[in-house]
């Protein structure tokens, strides 16, 4: 959490450890978005829609087999799956907001392509304070962490 309120965010909660919805619960967000996959079922839906306010929206990135229906839309909350889609002007244009430094990206480990595998299972586990990179830029040895904010690649 304290990484977190490091980046900015101005209240963060580990959902691993605590029980987000009993502490958020009444605060009334207007979004919860879920891009984890935690929220696997209806129930676990229906207990995130009792921290948003009436009309509020729970969008999940990860879970397209939420129930039509739930409880927390019978309290006026709008549930939906979205499936994210990037043009190529898109993805220009994060590039160039990396490039200016208007937007920072963390980077946990940065892995040569030959340890594909180990950068899989580290993305995976969940565990990750940042993204996993697989680079060709002349990464050499094993994996290797980046403290946030640090060049990823060298440079490169």
Partial sequence: ????????VSE???????????KLTGQNFDIIL??????????????????L????????????????EVAGMKR?????????????EDLDTL???VASGDLEV?????CPFTEARHALHESV????????LLCQCGASGGPRRVPCGASACGGA
């Fill in 53 to 68: 306010r009436p009309g509020g929206q729970f969008i999940s990135l990860t879970n397209f087999d939420l129930p039509e």
């Fill in 76 to 88: 006026g909350c709008i549930v939906k799956a979205v499936v994210p889609t990037a043009s190529s």
């Fill in 106 to 110: 963390c980077v946990d480990q940065v």
């Fill in 34 to 51: 879920d891009c984890v996959g935690w929220a696997s079922s209806g129930d676990e839906v229906d207990r995130a829609s009792e921290a």
């Fill in 95 to 97: 590039v160039a907001w």
């Fill in 12 to 22: 963060a909660v580990n959902f691993r450890e605590e029980d987000w919805v009993q």
């Fill in 125 to 132: 586990v969940g565990q990750c304070r940042g993204k996993v």
């Fill in 1 to 8: 959490v304290l990484w977190m309120e490091n980046l900015g």
